[in-house]
């Protein structure tokens, strides 16, 4: 019998709390410092949250100190600021989905870095294979960076303070995709020009609630 979304999910979680669970696909998780860091600590893995028939996916970078105590993404100071954007577009973030690249939290907030995002990437990979979104909304560059290559559109990366705001599209297994650069919420918190524009361009998913 075929799996639905919600369990196919799931199964993600099992694999990213307990990645013996992953085999292969788990990319070695048990090896990553990032996993130890996470049992050392005593805080959970943020796999993602919403709507499994979401219209929109957001992709962000990896959990911070919050999000790591609670296992939600999005839920301290750039959470705050991700929630205004919604409202301003009257969209309620139960009807999206919002996760990361990297499931588990880099020590001190650092960037991931590029063995992180190959280890955790998989594990996006299939959210949007389950959710099949219409819209990927990246946060900040490393999800735009990812998402890009991912799709197969490298040669159009530039500098995200070229693309913010703008629609690349492309073609899926399950059909035709947008993608919509952002800027990472969390440079709203401090960025009053930011936070301006990152309002100006969700106008774009206006059409997608
Ligand atoms: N920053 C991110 O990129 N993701 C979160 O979940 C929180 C802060």
Redesign the pocket.
Known sequence: MMMDRTELLRQIKDEVINPALAGKGGAGLEESPLYKERIKNKVFP?IGEGSHRARIMFI?????K??AATGR????A??KILDELLASVGIDRKDVY?T?IVKDRPPFNRDPLPEEIKAYGPFLDRQIEIIQPEVIAT??RFSMDYVMRKFGLESQLCSISQMHGKIFETETPFGKIKIVPLY???VAIYNKTTKDTLVKDFRILKDFK
Request: net charge negative; proline share 14%.
């Open positions: 943020v962000g970078e990896a959990p911070g919050n999000e993404p999005f839920c301290g750039a959470g919002v990361n946060l900040g990472h919420p969390a």
